[in-house]
Every structure is written in structure tokens, then in C-alpha cells.
């Protein structure tokens, strides 16, 4: 059997279709290896990436918004917000109106980090759509939401 760029594979003749799954998730970990790479030097993985952004847009989100947001469990986003409040980045505290809420806000550090994480994902992005069509994006996108919305 032979495999095809694509993932696909030829056998006999017929044409299986790609491997969608494993294609999905070698992206995945080279997506994050990547931003990682880039972020090393400021303590910025691609989960953190992610917390920064999301702050960015609700600040004073919840622990959980911020767990949902990001798609991780509590135990690892208790963990990640830990390092993020040691860096400076962010902060904690409890909600006024209920003390069981935390609330996560970026700090002067975490706008200025943000910053820098927003021009390492506008080269990934740039990097990634290279020689792809608008129609072939909308497409890629459409499936990836596909995905998520019927895993969900």
C-alpha cells in the first residue's frame, strides 16, 4: 500500500481517504510545539498563549470560563494560572459578589506579553494559509468547526 501526501493511501488501485484523525492531532502537537518554541523565553506555552488571548478579549473572566475557553481541565488550568500569576502576567481574585469566583484579569506584564504573542501567531497564521486559497481555508475551517461542534 502506498500513502499519498495527503495522508490517503492507495491500495489495489482504490483511493482511501485521508487520515483525517491522525493528520488532525500531528498538527495539533506541531501547532503548540511551534508557539511554544517561540515562547520559551518568556515561559509561554500554547495553552498559556491561549489564557493570554482569551483574557485579552473578557477580562475578569472566571476560572471556569477561562477552563472552557481553552478547553482544560481544572487541575491543569489551576496549574497554568499558577505560573502565569508567579510570571506577572495575570492576576486572581475573588469575585466581590460571590467569593467562591475567581476572577482573572492580565497585569501590565500580560498586555505587554500578549503583544508578542499576537505577532508569533500572525507568522504562524501567515505560515500555515501559505498557498492555500481563500475557498480552501473556508473550507479547512468549516471542517474544523465541524469537528468540534459534533465532539462536543
Known sequence: ??????????????????????????????LRRWIGRRGEDRGLSAAASGVLLYLA???????GEVAD???????????LLSR??????ITRAPDPGDRRTIRVN???????????V???????????TDGFSGEELAVVARWLRHVAEVLD
Open 1 to 30: 500500500m502506498k500513502q499519498d501526501d495527503d495522508g490517503g493511501a492507495h491500495d489495489g488501485g482504490r483511493r482511501r481517504p485521508p487520515r483525517l484523525i491522525f493528520l488532525t492531532l500531528t498538527a495539533e502537537r506541531r
Open 57 to 63: 478579549t473578557r477580562p475578569g473572566a472566571s476560572t
Open 69 to 79: 475557553a481553552v478547553d482544560a481541565s481544572p487541575a491543569g488550568l489551576s496549574g
Open 84 to 89: 502565569l500569576e508567579k510570571s506577572g502576567l
Open 106 to 116: 492580565l497585569t501590565a506584564d500580560g498586555k505587554a506579553a500578549l503583544g508578542a
Open 118 to 128: 499576537q505577532s508569533v501567531l500572525g507568522e504562524l497564521n501567515g505560515k500555515i
